[in-house]
């Protein structure tokens, strides 16, 4: 009677269903949604401007397939410069908000401030200030980047745990010492967190700063086919921002993972 | 090496008092002219209900806050001076998810001085085989148990050989088997290292079972109500805790924290 399997064990295609079921389920879903979509457009006959079919979509794009590598690139180049930039600008100045009351009181008001005004709206007096340039792009993508980034990372330096600052305090660290061996460290989550909303953000700062300047880009692209009320390659742009935008939160949790493991694990619920 | 005719007490406490601010503008007394002296070497238990300023106590000779009023020396010095002659064990393991369990254990070491170097793995490598943790050297510590947690944690503070050892609650978050066999593993650690310890806990039993000397504190504002001496002999073993030594202590503490009513009970069960 012992040892015997209380329940019988799944057969091969049952675990095989088990471990696919997370990419198969999702995966025919869409291809159900864009098949809907297919039919109704055929149906009803509805004109192209108004709304492609799927299928006219995907050609436009094969037909652009030339045209497409510069312009993702400009669009990539604007994200990360973006991105970077509040990462570069959030950190040093998240590490002096939470060391200093007074630097906090100072800047606080002005950082929501900034935060609180529509940065669509701010886009064009860049243009005027900054230029038509790359310089203007990349101002707006890090504007939209940059205050979530600073406040998870700020929110992460100010959780340590006060064991970890007795135990900084009792070995006589140096501010330098216990920011680099013990604060930044135990704030990585957060930070991670931060990084994993800027990267997303970024992506959208750049495409608005592209329907206000550029002359290459994905958004770029949005509004000069609209123009010309060439809506399949507008959705094609809009296909591929999103595309980009999966590929670089991707990137960020693959960095996590890699280099800062306990990171990723503290962020996630105890598998098994 | 200068040397002092008459060596000073590991721990020298004079009419130490400290007090904390509350929210409403008023201060909270922690502790009220607390004398106290510590041998070299010796155990010394610091037993007492909650809120009676015993960590504030260990805070204190940690050099983590400075006394209102008052002497408080360590092996002579003010505490500031004496960071490298103190270890410290909190009630919670207190290691970092980022480094293995060997570099947590080095982790003094990179902050006083610089990167550890052959001598201190060396180091902490016999630490870690005295503590029964070498196997784990090169896991992170939340592969480990709670128990093992706290092994390392105590390895952590001995590894700059800190002439005095702090423990606040140490085994505190621990169950009551793995407690048990902790209060033996330290015993056996203190015997092949001879530091002073200075070991707060609001277990009766443990501070009997452990201590050459019990200190049992009241609270608001804490002061110190008796040092009771425990005649036990050494080394203790489980069975130390069936011996009329080890009652009579118990009893005596009990007697100091609950007053009189612990008295009558004691009478009662006598009778």
Same mark, same amino acid.
């Given at each position: 009677?012992?040892?015997?399997?209380?329940?019988?064990? &799944?057969?091969?295609?049952?675990?095989?269903?088990?471990?696919?079921?997370?990419?198969?389920? &999702?995966?025919?879903?869409?291809?159900?949604?864009?098949? +809907?979509?297919?039919?109704?457009?055929?149906?009803?006959?509805?004109?192209?401007?108004? @709304?492609? %079919?799927?299928?006219?979509?995907?050609?436009?794009?094969?037909?652009?397939?030339?045209?497409?590598?510069?312009?993702?690139?400009?669009?990539?180049?604007?994200?990360?410069?973006?991105?970077?930039?509040?990462?570069?600008?959030?950190?040093?100045?998240?590490?002096?908000?939470?060391?200093?009351?007074?630097?906090?009181?100072?800047?606080?008001?002005?950082?929501?401030?900034?935060?609180?005004?529509?940065?669509?709206?701010?886009?064009?007096?860049?243009?005027?200030?900054?230029?038509?340039?790359?310089?203007?792009?990349?101002?707006?993508?890090?504007?939209?980047?940059?205050?979530?980034?600073?406040?998870?990372?700020?929110?992460?330096? @100010?959780?340590?745990?006060?064991?970890?600052?007795?135990? %900084?305090?009792?070995?006589?660290?140096?501010?330098?010492?216990?920011?680099?061996?013990?604060?930044?460290?135990?704030?990585?989550?957060?930070?991670? +967190?931060?990084?994993?909303?800027?990267?997303?953000?970024?992506?959208?700062?750049?495409?608005?700063?592209?329907?206000?300047?550029?002359?290459?880009?994905?958004?770029?692209?949005?509004?000069?086919?609209?123009?010309?009320?060439?809506? &399949?390659?507008?959705?094609?742009?809009?296909?591929?921002?999103?595309?980009?935008?999966?590929?670089?939160?991707?990137?960020?949790?693959?960095?996590?993972?890699?280099?800062?493991?306990?990171?990723?694990?503290?962020?996630?619920?105890?598998?098994? | 090496?200068? *040397?002092?005719?008459?060596?000073?007490?590991?721990?020298?406490?004079?009419?130490?008092?400290?007090?904390?601010?509350?929210?409403?503008?008023?201060?909270?007394?922690?502790?009220?002219?607390?004398?106290?002296?510590?041998?070299?070497?010796?155990?010394?238990?610091?037993?007492?209900?909650?809120?009676?300023?015993?960590?504030?106590?260990?805070?204190?000779?940690?050099?983590?806050?400075?006394?209102?009023?008052?002497?408080?020396?360590? *092996?002579?010095?003010?505490?500031?001076?004496?960071?490298?002659?103190?270890?410290?064990?909190?009630?919670?393991?207190?290691?970092?998810?980022?480094?293995?369990?060997?570099?947590?254990?080095?982790?003094?070491?990179?902050?006083?001085?610089?990167?550890?170097?052959?001598?201190?793995?060396?180091?902490?490598?016999?630490?870690?085989?005295?503590?029964?943790?070498?196997?784990?050297? *090169?896991?992170?510590?939340?592969?480990?148990?709670?128990?093992?947690?706290?092994?390392?944690?105590?390895? #952590?503070?001995?590894?700059?050989?800190?002439?005095?050892?702090?423990?606040?609650?140490?085994?505190?978050?621990?169950?009551?088997?793995?407690?048990?066999?902790?209060?033996?593993?330290?015993?056996?650690?203190?015997?092949?290292?001879?530091?002073?310890?200075?070991?707060?806990?609001?277990?009766?039993?443990?501070?009997?079972?452990?201590?050459?000397?019990?200190?049992?504190?009241?609270?608001?504002?804490? #002061?110190?109500?008796?040092?009771?001496?425990?005649?036990?002999? #050494?080394?203790?073993?489980?069975?130390?805790?069936?011996?009329?030594?080890?009652?009579?202590?118990?009893?005596?503490?009990?007697?100091?924290?609950?007053?009189?009513?612990?008295?009558?009970?004691?009478?009662?069960?006598?009778?």
């Amino acid at each position: 009677m012992s040892g015997a399997p209380l329940l019988p064990r &799944p057969s091969r295609l049952a675990r095989a269903w088990f471990a696919a079921r997370g990419v198969v389920v &999702p995966a025919l879903t869409l291809l159900g949604l864009l098949a +809907a979509w297919e039919g109704l457009v055929q149906a009803l006959a509805i004109p192209v401007f108004l @709304l492609p %079919a799927p299928s006219r979509i995907l050609e436009e794009m094969l037909a652009m397939w030339p045209h497409l590598p510069g312009n993702i690139l400009a669009t990539l180049a604007t994200v990360l410069l973006g991105f970077l930039a509040s990462l570069l600008l959030a950190v040093p100045l998240a590490v002096a908000l939470a060391a200093s009351p007074a630097v906090a009181r100072a800047t606080y008001p002005l950082l929501l401030m900034t935060q609180s005004t529509p940065i669509v709206a701010i886009a064009p007096i860049l243009v005027v200030a900054l230029g038509t340039g790359q310089l203007s792009r990349t101002t707006v993508a890090f504007l939209i980047a940059f205050f979530p980034l600073l406040v998870s990372t700020v929110s992460g330096l @100010l959780a340590v745990p006060r064991e970890v600052e007795d135990l %900084a305090r009792s070995l006589r660290a140096g501010f330098w010492q216990s920011l680099w061996l013990l604060r930044l460290p135990s704030a990585m989550p957060f930070l991670f +967190a931060g990084l994993k909303v800027a990267i997303a953000l970024s992506v959208i700062g750049a495409v608005v700063a592209e329907f206000v300047t550029a002359n290459a880009g994905l958004g770029y692209l949005i509004t000069q086919s609209t123009a010309f009320f060439n809506t &399949p390659m507008a959705f094609a742009a809009v296909l591929l921002l999103a595309l980009m935008g999966i590929a670089l939160f991707g990137a960020v949790v693959l960095v996590e993972r890699l280099f800062f493991p306990w990171s990723a694990r503290a962020g996630r619920p105890e598998r098994r | 090496m200068r *040397e002092p005719a008459e060596p000073p007490p590991a721990v020298l406490l004079l009419g130490v008092r400290h007090a904390y601010p509350t929210r409403a503008g008023g201060e909270l007394r922690a502790l009220d002219g607390v004398d106290l002296t510590v041998r070299r070497g010796e155990f010394l238990a610091i037993v007492g209900p909650s809120g009676c300023g015993k960590s504030t106590l260990l805070r204190l000779l940690a050099g983590l806050e400075r006394a209102a009023a008052g002497t408080v020396q360590v *092996e002579g010095l003010d505490p500031a001076a004496a960071g490298d002659l103190v270890g410290l064990v909190f009630q919670k393991p207190t290691l970092l998810d980022w480094l293995t369990v060997e570099r947590n254990i080095l982790l003094p070491v990179r902050i006083r001085r610089d990167r550890p170097g052959p001598a201190d793995r060396a180091a902490a490598r016999a630490l870690m085989e005295m503590a029964g943790i070498a196997a784990f050297a *090169e896991r992170h510590p939340s592969e480990l148990s709670g128990g093992m947690q706290q092994r390392a944690a105590i390895c #952590r503070a001995l590894i700059q050989d800190p002439e005095l050892l702090l423990m606040d609650e140490p085994f505190g978050a621990l169950d009551a088997l793995t407690r048990e066999e902790m209060c033996f593993e330290l015993l056996r650690i203190w015997s092949e290292r001879r530091k002073t310890i200075l070991f707060v806990t609001h277990s009766i039993a443990e501070a009997a079972l452990l201590a050459d000397r019990v200190v049992v504190m009241t609270p608001r504002p804490g #002061r110190i109500a008796a040092e009771i001496a425990i005649d036990l002999p #050494r080394p203790r073993r489980p069975a130390s805790m069936a011996e009329p030594g080890f009652l009579a202590a118990t009893q005596r503490i009990r007697e100091h924290i609950y007053g009189d009513a612990a008295r009558a009970a004691a009478v009662g069960t006598a009778l």
